[in-house]
């Protein structure tokens, strides 16, 4: 069975390595690592396809330790037995330990004396953030390193490397590929340089020869090849969570553009759910009361597009994302609000004042409940100044309004005429 491309292009020495000089340049902490023949077990964390195997078989390559692969989700504990066993026979043994995020206990347990003693150099790789999904244990014996998405011209030149090598890519076959060809790969598949090699690898497999015995590979070809998840992003990893919240802090942030750029992404996704209660989030809690005719649009917006679906829901989504980001903003009823949590969490309470306690049961006015509390109704104004705070914070003030809109004025100027103290 053949190998994959991006399989047969894996470096096998660090220098070979495709971007994350950060970590492998020269004189950077693996490239160091790998001089020094002293390595430690780490944890490479990024998005899909830009280099955690390779850097692990590079690690290998260049110490000429024993490499191998598993998968935390799927291979047995028996697998890893293995490996163990024959790091006992023949020395240290690099071992690429897949969706390590998955590692249950029972294998966690059996692996740790093995990283202790260093028979085994665990290379965790994950998408997941690993400050949140790896287990302390793990954790604590690896260095983390994130990886960077490559960039176009990372990728593009790994693809004219590929097609110009003879032994492990496709240089023994006639192609003929334009620079915005490749460009075009190198562009859509956002920093996965797996993607583009699988997708020009289908493209000149499943391409007849010209009359010349020439592959031409063409845009439309190239297109046709591309997956369109490789637009998106995946759903359980960092990328999403990342979309998500850079999608409300462009809002918050009033960049209309930004905004739409994420709103798109998400969209693309089908995250349609996810949108609508990202955007009434953001509504209260960015826009508040400096806005709130447009917080009540913004979750009438989230109906609509609800109510009748991709694809035609992106446009009261859109509408009122664009009135969100270029609308005033305030903040002052989610720092309210946790400002009293914090109080109440920390114990800032006291006792409710007795002339507010209540009165519906036999014996309350014995209690002296309710004794003295003034009905705001019988009063001009229906107002009178009393004591609503328990006596241990009767001093404390929650809400500070933001005097960016006519209708926090207007509430400031009843705070003012209210303020008891």
Same mark, same amino acid.
């Given at each position: ?6 399989? @047969? ?9 495709? /971007? ?120 604590? #014996? ?44 190198? #562009? ?5 340089? @797996? ?32 997956? #369109? ?22 809002? @918050? ?43 009540? #649009? ?64 036999? /014996?309350?006015?014995?209690? /002296?409940?309710?004794? /003295? ?49």
């Amino acid at each position: 069975m053949n190998k994959p491309l991006a399989y @047969r292009m894996r470096p096998t020495t660090i220098s070979q390595v495709v /971007g994350q000089e950060h970590l492998v340049g020269e004189g950077k902490i693996i490239w160091r690592m790998v001089k020094a023949k002293q390595l430690s077990s780490m944890i490479l964390y990024g998005p899909p396809g830009i280099g955690k195997t390779s850097i692990a078989s590079a690690i290998a390559g260049s110490t000429k330790y024993a490499f191998r692969t598993l998968n935390a989700a799927t291979d047995s504990k028996k697998d890893l037995q293995i490996v163990v066993e024959e790091a006992k026979m023949s020395g240290t043994v690099v071992l690429l330990l897949d969706e390590v995020h998955r590692l249950d206990k029972p294998k966690q347990d059996f692996l740790l004396p093995h990283l202790e003693n260093g028979r085994i150099v665990l290379i965790g790789a994950t998408t997941e953030n690993p400050y949140i999904s790896i287990h302390p244990a793990i954790r604590s #014996r690896s260095q983390i390193f994130e990886l960077k998405p490559l960039s176009e011209k990372q990728i593009t030149s790994a693809l004219e490397r590929a097609l110009a090598d003879e032994e492990n890519g496709l240089g023994s076959e006639s192609i003929d590929i334009s620079p915005s060809v490749l460009n075009y790969f190198s #562009r859509v598949t956002n920093g996965d340089l @797996r993607s583009a090699l699988n997708a020009l690898e289908l493209a000149v497999k499943s391409t007849d020869s010209d009359d010349n015995g020439k592959t031409v590979i063409t845009l439309d070809i190239a297109e046709e090849c591309l997956q #369109r998840k490789s637009l998106t992003h995946d759903k359980d990893g960092d990328a999403h969570y990342n979309a998500i919240s850079a999608f409300q802090k462009s809002i @918050r942030g009033s960049d209309v553009h930004a905004a739409l750029h994420y709103l798109a992404r998400l969209l693309e996704a089908g995250e349609l759910k996810v949108v609508i209660r990202r955007l009434i989030v953001t509504a209260y809690e960015d826009i508040g009361l400096a806005n709130p005719a447009g917080v009540s #649009r913004a979750v009438q917006a989230t109906e609509a597009a609800e109510k009748i679906g991709l694809p035609e829901a992106r446009i009261p989504l859109a509408n009122a994302v664009i009135e969100m980001c270029l609308s005033p903003k305030s903040n002052s009823a989610i720092s309210a609000i946790d400002q009293a949590l914090q109080d109440v969490r920390e114990g800032k309470t006291g006792d409710v004042p007795a002339h507010l306690k209540d009165t519906h049961y036999k /014996g309350a006015k014995d209690l /002296g409940s309710g004794i /003295g509390y003034q009905f705001p109704h019988n009063f001009e104004s229906h107002w009178i100044s009393q004591q609503y705070l328990p006596d241990t914070i009767k001093s404390r003030e929650y809400y500070a309004p933001v005097l960016t809109s006519k209708f926090e004025e207007a509430l400031n100027k009843q705070l003012q005429k209210f303020d008891n103290k």
